[in-house]
């Protein structure tokens, strides 16, 4: 397949980036996205030109760090899948392919297609955990029975892997499926029940903080997120939020 790239060159975060044209020719349908990406490198590196900077890790969907706009849609237009899973046999001979990174006020561009999503960190620090007592009287968490639905939910809600692809598909950037995936793993679990209103408070506290903008029920994050994470996260963060409120 040859390809024309279109992709998002930016120096640094204060630098005006612009879109630049590429041609790439051999590509073939068994290699993922990101192999694409590591040709027309190897390519600009045989140039002497600057190679694209794009965030990547584990390369197989668990670690949440390849985040590119592909298309006009956060990890390309396959459901379910991330960046680094999706297969260049999902494009044409000819095809034009836009490349763009995550946008969003909270996560300002660090390099080309990576961006700073530290945010997320400081979202989390805020309160995904639980304290443990260790003086020994600590109960066994496989003692502790837990309704299988709970479980079965809290495990869903713990499958966000943190990619940002709910706030680049959200037209107000907003973090709330992410937020309230975080919250819930912890608030279905009789372990999460000790901290369950300050964790709520303080984390949706930083998600404003850091500029993320308001759900408005659009429901875009759902469909993009590569781990199915289901608005009724938002939904049981709404009502933890206002139940946290109401005891003050
Ligand atoms: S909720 Fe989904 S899209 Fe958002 S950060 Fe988690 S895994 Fe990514
Ligand atoms: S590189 Fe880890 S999820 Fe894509």
Redesign the pocket.
């Known amino acids: 397949m040859k390809l024309n790239l279109k992709i998002w060159r930016q120096e640094d975060a204060k630098s005006k980036g612009k879109m630049v044209n590429y041609s790439l020719d051999g590509v073939e349908g068994d290699m993922s996205f ?1 192999e694409m990406l590591d040709i027309l490198n190897e390519q600009l590196i045989n140039k002497n030109e600057e190679p694209v900077v794009f ?12 985040s590119l706009m592909i298309n006009g849609e956060p990890h390309g237009p396959d459901r379910m899948i ?4 999706l297969h260049m046999r999902k494009f044409n001979d000819g095809d034009t392919i836009v490349i763009e990174p995550f946008r969003a006020k909270a996560f300002p561009v660090i390099k080309d297609l990576m961006v700073d999503r530290s945010s997320f960190d400081r979202i989390q620090q805020a309160g995904a955990y639980v304290s443990v007592n260790t003086s020994g009287n600590t109960q066994d968490a496989n003692s502790i029975p837990i309704n299988k639905e709970d479980a079965d939910d809290a495990f869903y809600a713990a499958a966000c ?1 943190g ?1 940002g692809a709910c706030v680049a598909a959200c037209k107000n950037a907003s973090a709330m499926l992410f937020t309230s995936a975080k919250v819930s793993q912890y608030a279905l679990l009789p372990q999460g029940q000790v901290e369950a209103t300050e964790r709520v408070e303080n984390m949706v506290r930083q998600m404003d903080l850091e500029g993320f903008g308001n759900c408005t029920n659009t429901g875009a994050c759902e469909i993009e997120c ?1 781990k199915g994470i289901s608005l009724e996260n938002i939904a049981r963060m709404n009502r933890e939020y206002y139940s946290a409120s109401v005891k003050g």
């Open positions: 990101l965030d990547h890790d584990c390369r197989e969907g668990i670690c949440g760090s390849c991330t960046t680094c899973q892997i990619c590569p």
